[in-house]
């Protein structure tokens, strides 16, 4: 079985390739203190009786903030509530083959919680994979005929949290490599509340029509998705489906992003990328980082991150330099959807001495906080057994 998991701030929605259903778990986590059995989603929203039973229903609140729960006698840190969610979650389904979990934020405390606690059920990272809806997205779209996507295709998610827009945009460069670049924009959080009554009808419908009309570019659309609880009842945005109907062809289905993880799962499963095609989302790296060496006598330019690498799992990625005299190792950031290319100069730690004349040896280290936010360091590791490492380093934050 095939599983994918979209995940936000109160629900976690689960497919898979077997069948249409898709289940829904609030993204909570509850112990039985006589018992010592974890329990989530319904089971723990419906247990917290005489507080015998110790539920956390701010899961997500506390990943995104390295917090901690006490249960009983014991302290929880967010990694292992996750992985207590996610080992119960997965219990449910038998055979399981690949999981994919997609969250809405490309942000890294989401993410590596969610990847640890993969990784401590399955012991195998080839076994999962954890990213954002873009990709899911992405997937969706390669799913069709290249009929469905030769003009632009387009979605709105309108959530409890978020109004968000995705765009697909491609084109060829003089390589011919092919770019599927996403697009977003996000709108204030929307109370869907509001939706019960017709004045919050009219005033969602309005911020819905204002919002569409800024994002939708005069150009061809082949497609636009809607998604999310906000569009489970099309009375509520008349005037914002005008506006979209005219444009494209429309298409509404409230579990769009977990059944797309399932589809981008099968991707990864059977190889299903084709190599001319180059992705770049919130997910992936947007720039190039070179550095300029010389290899075999001939002074070249290395490419150290490439674009479109997942910038989540390059963290702790390092490279080896060597440097005669210089105080800076100078990189090139080559941004390829703007080609536009900047030199970014990284100081020798101040503290390491420079055998004049001589070669020595330095790491540079990348670590990405987010997709465009990289901490650059440049380790000094001596020469050989007869220089040793003096371990200073300097790090410089670079956004590329």
Avoid at 171 to 186: A, F, L, P
């Amino acid at each position: 079985m095939i599983i994918g998991i979209s995940l936000d701030e109160n629900f976690a929605y689960v497919s898979n390739n077997e069948d249409k259903n898709v289940l829904s778990f609030p993204f909570a986590v509850g112990r039985n203190l006589n018992t010592n059995t974890w329990f989530i989603g319904e089971e723990a929203k419906n247990e917290n009786i005489d507080n015998v039973d110790i539920v956390i229903d701010k899961l997500f609140y506390i990943m995104g903030n390295d917090g901690t729960a006490r249960i009983g006698e014991t302290s929880y840190d967010a990694k292992e509530l996750t992985r207590v969610f996610f080992s119960n979650l997965l219990s449910k389904f038998i055979n399981v083959e690949y999981v994919t979990v997609v969250i809405r934020q490309s942000n890294v405390k989401y993410l590596e919680k969610i990847k640890y606690a993969l990784n401590e059920i399955f012991k195998d990272e080839k076994k999962f994979k954890v990213t954002t809806y873009s990709e899911a997205f992405i997937s969706y779209i390669k799913s069709k005929e290249e009929a469905y996507y030769s003009n632009l295709v387009s979605l709105f998610d309108f959530t409890e949290k978020a109004l968000t827009y995705y765009e697909l945009v491609r084109y060829i460069d003089d390589n011919n490599i092919e770019y599927w670049k996403v697009s977003t924009e996000e709108h204030l959080a929307l109370p869907l509340d509001l939706l019960s009554g017709d004045a919050g009808k009219k005033v969602c419908d309005k911020i819905l029509f204002d919002f569409a009309k800024r994002c939708i570019k005069e150009e061809v659309y082949n497609h636009i998705i809607l998604t999310g609880l906000g569009f489970e009842d099309s009375s509520y945005y008349r005037e914002f489906m005008t506006y979209v109907c005219s444009v494209a062809n429309v298409e509404t289905d409230i579990n769009f992003f977990a059944k797309s993880a399932v589809l981008l799962s099968n991707d990864i499963v059977n190889g299903n990328f084709p190599s001319n095609v180059l992705l770049i989302t919130d997910a992936r790296t947007t720039a190039s980082i070179r550095l300029t060496a010389i290899v075999n006598h001939v002074k070249t330019k290395i490419e150290l991150i490439k674009p479109g690498e997942e910038w989540f799992n390059l963290k702790d990625c390092f490279f080896d330099v060597i440097l005669e005299d210089e105080r800076e190792i100078r990189l090139e950031i080559l941004k390829i959807i703007e080609r536009t290319a900047t030199e970014v100069p990284i100081a020798i730690p101040e503290k390491v001495s420079l055998r004049k004349d001589k070669t020595n040896l330095f790491e540079i280290g990348f670590v990405f906080s987010q997709q465009n936010l990289v901490d650059i360091s440049i380790t000094d590791k001596g020469f050989g057994e007869f220089y040793e490492s003096s371990k200073e380093s300097s790090m410089k934050p670079v956004e590329i």
